[in-house]
């Protein structure tokens, strides 16, 4: 019984261990999962990347496309978004908030279409 007990400890020490070294891919493969999956179809992200211990979020490559019927692909594109945040609580499981964001070299395409309709208004 001690013996079985010593390595249940060991394997609980181990795997804590593990998930230290791991937590920043965790938490980055983790919050780029939610953010694609919780953004529309016609909204797109390059790249996400994070810095825990900086309380940063980075989104490359931000895409809008524009609704169908104007001449250009999209409405507009962020090269770059950053988002800086604090835990709610003790930990990130308590829920972030949101301290800051900003972007970095934004273009916006607003375009009237053949039937005098504009694009940011379709977006609604």
């Given at each position: 019984m001690?013996k ?6 060991a ?7 593990v ?10 493969l ?6 694609k999956?919780?953004l529309?179809p ?10 825990l211990r ?11 496309k524009?609704?169908?019927?104007f001449k250009?692909?999209?409405?507009a594109v962020?090269?770059?978004?950053t988002?800086?945040y ?17 972007a970095?070299k934004?273009v916006i395409?607003?375009?009237?279409n ?11």
């Open positions: 001690k079985f007990l010593i390595i249940l400890l394997i609980i020490i181990i795997a804590a261990i998930i230290a070294m791991n937590i920043e891919n965790i938490f980055q983790s919050a780029e999962k939610i953010i999956k919780s529309p016609y909204v797109t992200v390059g790249a996400i990347t994070s810095d900086k309380g940063v979020l980075e989104l490359k490559n931000f895409t809008i524009n609704p169908k019927g250009s692909e999209n409405l962020i090269e770059k978004i988002c800086k604090a835990p709610k609580g003790k930990t990130p499981l308590d829920g972030l908030k949101i301290t800051g964001i900003s970095e934004p395409v607003i375009e009237r053949f039937r005098g309709q504009i694009n940011v208004n379709m977006m609604g």
